[in-house]
């Protein structure tokens, strides 16, 4: 495990970098978009792009041996492999469809795995200038005033965040809208940002109490937001109840309290 000298030199690393990813997004954010689609419903585009360059320079020009995972560029050329090795792991625009549509919850996720333990996380929303930083054993921030998950104990009191995902074949919607319908008898209200990482950054804040989400893109989704979870005094786990896996594209949070009752309410098995 790096020396916290050196963990704070990365979370300083990682937040310059967020912050002039932010700066494009940010002007990109006002101006007519370029967009691809990668699947029927799964958008990116030249910002998304210009971001990620943006950040792995930046990086590798401080950390030439570390290893880097990306959305854009590492995921394109096969699935990303996890190693011990630290490891960047960067979403340069989560919530690219909000982005196309000028809904303003977008956001850099800048996650650093050591041991395959995320460690260092930073999470900036460019519009709304908010900037989520964690890392491990040193707490969790907004724009630098600590933050704390919820205290809610009863689901029946709690606000739910998840995702519906790329996917519209029937099966995989007829399954996604099923469990949220069921939920929504046991829960407050649900919320859907179009974002996995602000939605981490919800539980981390205490303006949500529980989220999942299943078959989100890869791993850049949540690295930065488990540790400001974590950090914040929640729980990040697989939706079945059992350790939480990175790689997994499964994953559950909420405040210690709610935990139990949240994973018999999702009924998932692993």
């Known amino acids: 495990m790096a020396e916290n000298d050196s963990l704070s030199e990365f979370l300083a690393v990682a937040v310059d970098a967020a912050k002039r990813a932010g700066e494009i997004i940010r002007e990109g954010f006002y101006k007519t978009k370029n967009v691809e689609h990668k699947g029927r419903v799964d958008l990116v585009t030249e910002t998304d792009k210009a971001c990620e360059d943006l950040i792995f320079n930046h990086l590798q020009k401080k950390y030439p041996r570390h290893k880097f995972i990306g959305e854009e560029t590492t995921a394109a050329c096969g699935p990303a492999e996890l190693t011990d090795e630290p490891t960047w792991i960067v979403d340069p625009l989560d919530g690219t469809t909000n982005f196309v549509h000028g809904f303003p919850f977008v956001c850099v996720s800048i996650g650093l795995t050591i041991g395959k333990i995320p460690t260092v996380g930073v999470v900036y929303n460019p519009i709304i200038d908010e900037l989520f930083t964690g890392v491990r054993g040193k707490g969790a921030f907004l724009n630098g005033t600590p933050i704390e998950v919820s205290s809610k104990t009863e689901l029946v009191k709690s606000l739910l965040a998840t995702e519906v995902g790329t996917k519209r074949d029937k099966s ?20 859907m940002s179009g974002s996995c990482a602000l939605n981490l950054c919800g539980i981390a804040s205490g303006r949500l109490d529980l989220f999942y989400e299943l078959g989100f893109g890869g791993p850049w989704d949540v690295a930065g937001g488990v540790v400001i979870v974590e950090e914040a005094g929640g729980l990040v786990f697989d939706p079945s109840g059992k350790d939480f896996d990175i790689m997994s594209q499964r994953a559950a949070a909420s405040n210690p309290h709610l935990k139990d009752a949240f994973v018999e309410a999702l009924h998932y098995q692993c």
């Open 172 to 191: 995989t919607v007829d399954a996604t809208t099923n469990k949220i319908n069921s939920l929504l008898f046991k829960v407050r209200s649900l919320r």
